[in-house]
């Protein structure tokens, strides 16, 4: 058993307890009622799920445990996972024997690599994550033991497997489709010598060999991970492994709607909206020229990418971290310009607008020049970028969930007639 199980066989009963408690002694209590408009609103603020490994405020952001996102640029992914997973800082001795144990999936399976590389040219790059993940469920321990008839409380320590199995693989799979879709299929092995998760994703995508594009790398497996239950890709997991589905179904599905342009593809969107500028005005434009463009996308009914969210009320502070690398680097090219410049201009005409609730930058809107900025331009990638940060905080709820025994997801639809009455 590894240290990581025993850190979650005492919470995985102490959160058993606790459930059975709040069910017991206040099951019938009343958290809120849900208005016609909520429901066919896309369940706006219905309070309908629990999260304990990260909270989003409207007015500051995404918190992991309690600890706001910008007080955590510094850590790597494993100690991103530990924290999400168990709701303590990783102790060295801990950390160590994560790195060890994820470093066993960076060499992904030959079967994967040849299922990628059989897929159609044109696939984009999120088919083949969710195709990747998918082929790899035949190496499923959860499925194995649910299989063998291991008992509903005993499941998460399985998934606790499937999982680290899984966020190991997934920097190699990401990589694969990178180097097979955007260069020349020559999949580059993992690194002998450091075992950091982070560094063998830099490594394996090849794309840089500067020491900013490795701290890149990191800070944006850190910042994408997790940002509470209810958004599209955490809950699509949450679902799909509600019914006991293991993780690399259930981690597939969320690609599938991460890989939607208002959710995850929202940051290759903006790289395209900032190329669109650049092209049409020869470089960085004036505030006017920004303010006549933007205004025009609005009045052709399209959305300006990487801005609005459904629960921020405030500038993201994911999107500050990114823009705090690029000044701590001095990235200045054109692109990191353009978002400095639709930041100050965007925010304005979209309140002129007045439809959308928030006007300021989500985590999309500067990651995709970062990665520009350092020769990945291949933006069709990027929310596969996303997709392997995610699958963290993914895999970090479906094993929170699973300790706690949680039941399958059954809300109840109504007819438009039977509303409408
Ligand atoms: N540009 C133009 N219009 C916008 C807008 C934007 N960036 N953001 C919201 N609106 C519009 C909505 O389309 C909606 O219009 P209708 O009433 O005509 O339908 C209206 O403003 C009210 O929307 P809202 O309540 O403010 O926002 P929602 O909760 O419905 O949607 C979205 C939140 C993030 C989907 C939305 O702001 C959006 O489409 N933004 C652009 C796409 C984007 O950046 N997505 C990434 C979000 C972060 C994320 O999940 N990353 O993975």
Not at 29 to 42: A, C, K, M, N, R
Not at 63 to 84: A, H, N, Q, S
Not at 93 to 105: A, H, P, Q, V
Not at 220 to 247: K, R
């Amino acid at each position: 058993m590894s240290i990581l199980h025993e850190n979650l066989t005492t919470q995985a009963e102490a959160l058993r307890a606790q459930r059975t408690a709040l069910l017991k002694e206040h099951g019938d209590t009343v958290l809120g009622s849900v208005t016609i408009e909520q429901v066919l609103g896309g369940m706006r603020g219905v309070p309908a799920l629990v999260c304990d490994t990260s909270s989003v405020s409207a007015d500051e952001g995404l918190r992991i445990r309690d600890t706001p996102i910008l007080d955590l640029t510094d850590i790597t992914p494993e100690e991103t996972f530990w924290l999400l997973v168990t709701g303590k800082r990783a102790s060295a001795t801990e950390l160590d024997e994560l790195r060890s144990i994820f470093s066993k999936y960076y060499a992904i399976p030959q079967y994967v690599i040849d299922t990628l590389k059989a897929m159609p040219k044109d696939s984009h790059p999120m088919v083949m994550l969710s195709v990747g993940l998918l082929a790899m469920e035949r190496e499923s321990e959860f499925r194995a033991a649910y299989d063998k008839g291991a008992g509903k409380d005993a499941l998460w320590q399985s998934m606790v497997n499937d999982s680290v199995r899984l966020i190991g693989s997934i920097p190699g799979i990401a990589a694969a489709i990178y180097r097979i879709r955007f260069h020349d299929g020559n999949v580059i092995a993992p690194l002998t010598d450091d075992n950091d998760l982070s560094n063998n994703f830099a490594h394996m995508l090849g794309v840089s060999n500067d020491a900013s594009w490795k701290e890149l790398i990191r800070l944006y497996l850190v910042l994408h991970s997790d940002h509470e239950g209810g958004n599209v890709s955490a809950m699509t997991s949450y679902v799909v492994s509600s019914a006991l589905s293991d993780p690399f179904y259930s981690v597939s599905a969320a690609m599938c709607g991460l890989a939607g342009p208002l959710h995850g593809l929202a940051n290759q969107e903006c790289l395209r909206f900032i190329i669109d500028v650049k092209d049409q005005f020869g470089g960085v434009p004036t505030d006017e020229q920004l303010t006549e463009y933007t205004w025009n996308r609005l009045r052709n009914g399209q959305v300006i990418p990487g801005y609005g969210h459904a629960v921020l009320r405030v500038t993201d502070p994911r999107f500050t971290a990114f823009y705090q690398f690029a000044e701590k680097h001095n990235l200045q090219d054109e692109n990191v310009q353009i978002v400095q410049k639709i930041y100050n201009i965007v925010p304005g005409v979209l309140r002129e607008h007045g439809k959308a609730k928030n006007p300021w930058p989500n985590v999309d809107a500067a990651s995709g020049s970062l990665l520009y900025a350092y020769g990945m331009k291949e933006f069709d990638f990027y929310t596969v970028m996303f997709g392997v940060s995610r699958a963290i905080g993914l895999c970090s709820q479906m094993v929170v969930n699973r300790m706690m025994a949680s039941p399958i997801v059954r809300p109840k639809s109504l007819t438009l007639a039977e509303l409408s009455k």
